[in-house]
């Protein structure tokens, strides 16, 4: 299911004391199956763009077209953009009510009109899918460690199959363990059901090794939107908004300052090795 955004533009608290513009002109399109991700300094408008991509918040102008329609048309149907536009904001785990594992999946199916034996089958799916063993499933979510705990609340969402996958910092809190669990998980999902993904991080690691294009928020405006190389080979102007490059871009760089003829336009440590072995051999 595409995505387009035309001009977007949000004013909290317009026309009070304390208006403030947070969306300034925002246009970008995602593709079917496009694995995303939204980098921004705290109050670049990261978290409130992506409000506006299942409805929760409704844009002072400008347009949001899902699947070709834009959600502001008269009587468009926005619980049913939401169970196709799946959000999981951070710490979501804080959303976790019932009783059980398996009880808390449900919930999303049943409120599709679902019956409890297809809400079940759909719930064991998404479990299984992030990675959440059957043993579980009769356990209290609340006595979870943080990473399952996580793993639960992501599996609530794709158990209403949604089309478009949004996370909103889905690591924060978690050790490197947990965080790289979760984003492998996630990736893997992207890639079996073909979802489209937006990710929103502040870990230029994690967006450089998963994404396939980055769109930079500044001040509530696109700043870059391109490949990850691209974006990172920017590194200088990154910095003075806040952000910076993964470690390995300025590795490259300083290597390339000390005379290694490599190419400096990578962003995994995969693909350093590869660009950093090729100039060695150069040298020789």
Known sequence: ??????????????????????????SFSINDGEYVGIIGHTGSGKS????????????????????GQNIYDDKYDFRALR???????????HQLFEETVLKDVCFGPK??????????????KALALTGVLPDQYEASPF???????????????????????????PTAGLDPQGRDEILEQIAH??????????????????????????????????LFN???????AHYKELETVGLAAPQVTYIMEGLKEK?????????????AKKEILKALEKKR
């Open 259 to 271: 005379g290694l003829p490599l190419e400096t336009e990578v962003t995994t440590i995969k693909e």
């Open 1 to 26: 299911m595409p995505i387009k955004v035309e001009n977007l533009n949000y004013i909290y608290g317009e026309k009070t004391a304390y208006e403030k513009q947070a969306l300034k002109d925002v």
């Open 83 to 93: 169970f196709k536009v799946g959000v999981v904001f951070q710490y979501p785990e």
């Open 189 to 222: 999902l992207q890639k079996e059901k073909k979802l489209t993904v937006i990710l929103v991080s502040h870990s230029m690691e994690d967006v450089a090794k998963y994404a396939d294009r980055i769109i930079v928020m500044n001040k509530g405006k696109v």
């Open 48 to 67: 409130t763009l992506i409000q506006h991509l299942n409805g929760l918040i409704k844009a002072t102008s400008g347009k949001v077209i899902i699947g």
């Open 111 to 124: 409120n599709q009109g679902y019956s409890k034996e297809e809400a079940i089958e759909k719930a064991k």
């Open 143 to 169: 006595e979870l460690s943080g990473g399952q705990k996580r793993r639960v609340a992501i599996a609530g969402v794709l158990a209403m199959e949604p089309e478009v996958l949004v996370l909103d910092e």
């Open 226 to 232: 391109d490949i990850p190389s691209r974006v990172f």
